[in-house]
């Protein structure tokens, strides 16, 4: 992973956090499955909040696979590169 | 949080609220400070959330919290919510009612409508989308009480392509994008709740050097201050708040001869002096100057708006005062945007009385000459040329008899905040039963300044509230204004009693004063009722020097 990329997974990571209202512990594994207040309303949050963020425009079809800090910052990757 | 710190954490916030709206960034907004919840209901067939969720921010910067009921989608608007609420909203998608035209959709929304106002007298907000002019018209007809239409398609136009999103209904359960839900957020939030519920600001007190203009009065000289596209645009918006009847006060720490002399050399500038009700020129406290100029215009100094470039003296006047602090910006366009989104600036209609308000403080200074010049108290009356208009079940001024209650504090005596739909309901009970007081000297015409409700039962006038405008206050008119009232509420089989519902609260000191004054007695904290024989209020002559017109 290059430092570019790691920086955008540790700022999605900061942010799916903040809209989650979780606290932030190292190792935790924050995984749309695993995390409770994930739901779909926070889901819609994270996804408009990050475009946003990032100026990007999600596909209908890539929403479900934004379900984790990585997968996200993986398709946040793809379209900033496009 | 401390209120400076609050302050200063409020101005840092609105370049993120007041440009375009990130959803990103506003959720960094977040500040612990005391905050007032408005219990919100909403009525909705299509999804609400993508608004609920971003108003927070906006809120917070207000101190204002929403603690939503959310119905479940119900494209029949059966109403079937139940919760306790303060305020009902109506989140209506109209491509899901299938109706032949605007026509036939404004006549079906005005029936769910008045179902609703049935069912409640909260306030109601409407926000329909889309709705052609003449479903608005149709609605709008309808004259329901306490029910404000929001204009979503001002917005739409604003917004352009991005206010629809194909791909938002999979995830939001709308099809209005995350744009248009952010800008509706914060109308929602700065503007359309907070105008049903609670009192409007009056009065926006506003700074001058790099404030109204980029530059430094006694440094850059009048001519050579600049007026920048932004700052003409927050002139015009604070003109335009004059006209629809908020108070612009100045602030300033520069000579007053300069001020003067600044808008005399000005003529591009959209503000004129004489758009001030009042000017405080000196080189003191800022927070003192706003104490005397709430006192003054007779406001509360939490119904004023302080504008300042400098987030220090936002600090330090929100140190000592309750106003409402705005940082002036660099860029002054962003400044008039988030005036505008104060909660109380934006009011969803606008009174003659309004309109009236500042005239009336001017000639309140002449009217304290005459009062120091007069003999008598009669004759200070005499040289007013007083007439007082006692209007009985005046279903023309529910609107205005409805924001006298809303608005008053100083002269409230039970706080019963008396909406639209109980003071309609109450007159055609019983037309006696609502008062509503208009006073006009030779100085001002003041327009409806009192309002008085009440109930007869066979021995018993009860009073449930007086208010009267603080516009009002101050000619000791309260005793002719009341006693006039109270004889046509009693109508024709004088009851043997009279008892004043009353209510302690926060700033309504003057009302309970006076009512200890009026009935001779002192009141307790916790008195919730005064009584006073009927005759003994028949024996209180209105004053002679009043002309009183009863009009029916």
Same mark, same amino acid.
């Given at each position: 992973m290059t430092e570019g990329s790691a920086q955008i997974e540790s700022e999605v990571r900061e942010l799916v956090l903040r809209f989650l209202e979780l606290a932030d512990e190292p190792h935790r594994e924050i995984r749309r499955t695993s995390v409770d207040q994930w739901d779909s309303l926070k889901h819609m949050e994270i996804v408009f909040a990050l475009e946003d963020r990032y100026d990007v425009r999600f596909d209908e079809s890539e929403f479900a696979e934004l379900d984790s800090p990585a997968a996200i910052a993986r398709a946040l990757r793809r379209h900033l590169a496009a | 949080?401390? &209120?400076?710190? !609050?302050?200063?954490?409020?101005?840092?916030?609105?370049?993120?609220?007041?440009?375009?709206?990130?959803?990103?960034?506003?959720?960094?907004c977040v500040a612990s400070w005391p905050l007032q919840t408005l219990r919100v209901r909403v009525h909705r067939n299509h999804g609400f959330e993508p608004v609920s969720s971003a108003m927070r921010a906006f809120g917070v910067w207000n101190a204002l919290a929403f603690d939503w009921t959310i119905g479940a989608y119900d494209d029949s608007l059966a109403f079937d919510l139940r919760s306790?609420?303060?305020?009902?909203?109506?989140? /209506?998608?109209?491509?899901?009612?299938?109706?032949?035209?605007?026509?036939?959709?404004?006549?079906? *929304?005005?029936?769910?409508? %008045?179902? /609703?106002?049935?069912?409640?007298?909260?306030? *109601?907000?409407?926000?329909?989308? &889309? $709705?052609?002019?003449?479903?608005?018209?149709?609605?709008? !007809?309808?004259?329901?009480?306490?029910?404000w239409l929001a204009g979503l398609a001002q917005l739409e136009s604003s917004i352009g392509d991005r206010w629809l999103d194909s791909r938002a209904e999979t995830i939001? =359960?709308? #099809? $209005?994008?995350?744009?248009? +839900?952010?800008?509706?957020?914060?109308? /929602?939030?700065?503007?359309?709740?907070?105008?049903?519920?609670?009192?409007?600001? #009056?009065?926006? !007190? *506003?700074?001058? @050097?790099?404030?109204?203009?980029? =530059?430094?009065?006694?440094?850059? =000289?009048?001519?050579?201050?600049?007026?920048?596209?932004?700052?003409?645009? /927050?002139?015009?918006? $604070?003109?335009?708040?004059?006209?629809? =009847?908020?108070?612009l006060a100045l602030v300033s720490r520069n000579d007053r001869s300069d001020i003067e002399e600044l808008f005399a050399r000005r003529g591009d500038f959209p503000l004129r002096l004489t758009d001030f009700v009042t000017v405080e020129a000196s080189w003191n406290?800022?927070?003192?100057? %706003?104490?005397?100029?709430?006192?003054?215009?007779? *406001?509360?100094? @939490?119904?004023m708006v302080f504008v300042d470039d400098n987030a220090g003296e936002l600090a330090s006047v929100a140190s000592s005062l309750p106003v409402f602090t705005v940082h002036a910006q660099r860029d002054a366009g962003r400044t008039a945007t988030a005036i505008d989104h104060v909660a109380g600036i934006f009011r969803w209609r606008h009174s003659d009385e309004d309109r009236l308000r500042a005239d009336d403080l001017r000639a309140s200074t002449i009217r304290g000459e005459l009062l120091?010049?007069? #003999?008598?108290?009669?004759?200070? $009356?005499?040289?007013?040329?007083?007439? %007082?208009?006692?209007?009985?079940?005046?279903?023309?001024?529910?609107?205005?008899?409805?924001?006298?209650?809303? #608005?008053?504090?100083?002269?409230?005596?039970?706080?019963r905040r008396i909406d639209e739909a109980e003071i309609i309901r109450r007159i055609r009970g019983r037309p006696e039963n609502v008062v509503a007081i208009r006073l006009a000297d030779r100085l001002s015409d003041s327009g409806i300044i009192g309002?008085?409700?009440?109930?007869?039962?066979?021995?018993?006038?009860?009073?449930?509230?007086?208010?009267?405008? +603080?516009?009002a206050l101050g000619r000791r008119l309260e005793d002719s204004m009341v006693t006039g009232a109270l004889m046509i509420m009693a109508g024709h089989m004088a009851p043997r009693q009279v008892w004043f519902a009353l209510r302690k609260g926060p700033r309504n000191a003057p009302a309970r004063e006076w009512l200890s004054r009026y009935a001779n007695c002192s009141l307790d904290d916790d008195s919730q009722r005064v009584e006073i024989p009927f005759e003994r209020i028949a024996a209180t002559p209105v004053s002679p020097a009043i002309r009183v017109n009863v009009v029916q």
């Amino acid at each position: 992973m290059t430092e570019g990329s790691a920086q955008i997974e540790s700022e999605v990571r900061e942010l799916v956090l903040r809209f989650l209202e979780l606290a932030d512990e190292p190792h935790r594994e924050i995984r749309r499955t695993s995390v409770d207040q994930w739901d779909s309303l926070k889901h819609m949050e994270i996804v408009f909040a990050l475009e946003d963020r990032y100026d990007v425009r999600f596909d209908e079809s890539e929403f479900a696979e934004l379900d984790s800090p990585a997968a996200i910052a993986r398709a946040l990757r793809r379209h900033l590169a496009a | 949080m401390t &209120p400076p710190r !609050a302050a200063v954490v409020r101005a840092a916030w609105q370049p993120m609220l007041f440009g375009p709206p990130n959803r990103s960034d506003l959720a960094t907004c977040v500040a612990s400070w005391p905050l007032q919840t408005l219990r919100v209901r909403v009525h909705r067939n299509h999804g609400f959330e993508p608004v609920s969720s971003a108003m927070r921010a906006f809120g917070v910067w207000n101190a204002l919290a929403f603690d939503w009921t959310i119905g479940a989608y119900d494209d029949s608007l059966a109403f079937d919510l139940r919760s306790d609420a303060e305020v009902d909203v109506v989140w /209506l998608d109209t491509t899901r009612i299938a109706l032949a035209d605007g026509e036939a959709l404004g006549r079906w *929304i005005a029936a769910r409508l %008045l179902a /609703l106002r049935a069912q409640t007298d909260n306030p *109601i907000v409407v926000l329909a989308w &889309p $709705l052609d002019e003449r479903a608005r018209a149709v609605v709008d !007809a309808a004259s329901i009480p306490s029910t404000w239409l929001a204009g979503l398609a001002q917005l739409e136009s604003s917004i352009g392509d991005r206010w629809l999103d194909s791909r938002a209904e999979t995830i939001s =359960g709308t #099809k $209005l994008g995350n744009r248009a +839900c952010l800008h509706i957020a914060r109308e /929602l939030a700065c503007k359309w709740l907070p105008a049903a519920v609670l009192p409007p600001r #009056k009065a926006v !007190a *506003i700074d001058l @050097d790099d404030t109204l203009y980029r =530059g430094v009065l006694s440094e850059d =000289g009048a001519d050579r201050v600049v007026l920048t596209d932004g700052h003409r645009e /927050l002139q015009r918006r $604070l003109r335009a708040l004059r006209e629809e =009847g908020v108070l612009l006060a100045l602030v300033s720490r520069n000579d007053r001869s300069d001020i003067e002399e600044l808008f005399a050399r000005r003529g591009d500038f959209p503000l004129r002096l004489t758009d001030f009700v009042t000017v405080e020129a000196s080189w003191n406290d800022k927070a003192k100057a %706003l104490g005397e100029i709430a006192t003054r215009l007779r *406001i509360a100094l @939490d119904a004023m708006v302080f504008v300042d470039d400098n987030a220090g003296e936002l600090a330090s006047v929100a140190s000592s005062l309750p106003v409402f602090t705005v940082h002036a910006q660099r860029d002054a366009g962003r400044t008039a945007t988030a005036i505008d989104h104060v909660a109380g600036i934006f009011r969803w209609r606008h009174s003659d009385e309004d309109r009236l308000r500042a005239d009336d403080l001017r000639a309140s200074t002449i009217r304290g000459e005459l009062l120091e010049a007069a #003999k008598s108290h009669d004759d200070y $009356l005499r040289s007013l040329d007083i007439e %007082l208009d006692i209007l009985v079940g005046p279903t023309q001024h529910v609107s205005r008899l409805a924001e006298l209650s809303a #608005k008053t504090n100083q002269f409230n005596l039970a706080l019963r905040r008396i909406d639209e739909a109980e003071i309609i309901r109450r007159i055609r009970g019983r037309p006696e039963n609502v008062v509503a007081i208009r006073l006009a000297d030779r100085l001002s015409d003041s327009g409806i300044i009192g309002l008085i409700v009440g109930s007869r039962t066979e021995d018993v006038l009860l009073v449930d509230e007086v208010c009267v405008s +603080c516009r009002a206050l101050g000619r000791r008119l309260e005793d002719s204004m009341v006693t006039g009232a109270l004889m046509i509420m009693a109508g024709h089989m004088a009851p043997r009693q009279v008892w004043f519902a009353l209510r302690k609260g926060p700033r309504n000191a003057p009302a309970r004063e006076w009512l200890s004054r009026y009935a001779n007695c002192s009141l307790d904290d916790d008195s919730q009722r005064v009584e006073i024989p009927f005759e003994r209020i028949a024996a209180t002559p209105v004053s002679p020097a009043i002309r009183v017109n009863v009009v029916q």
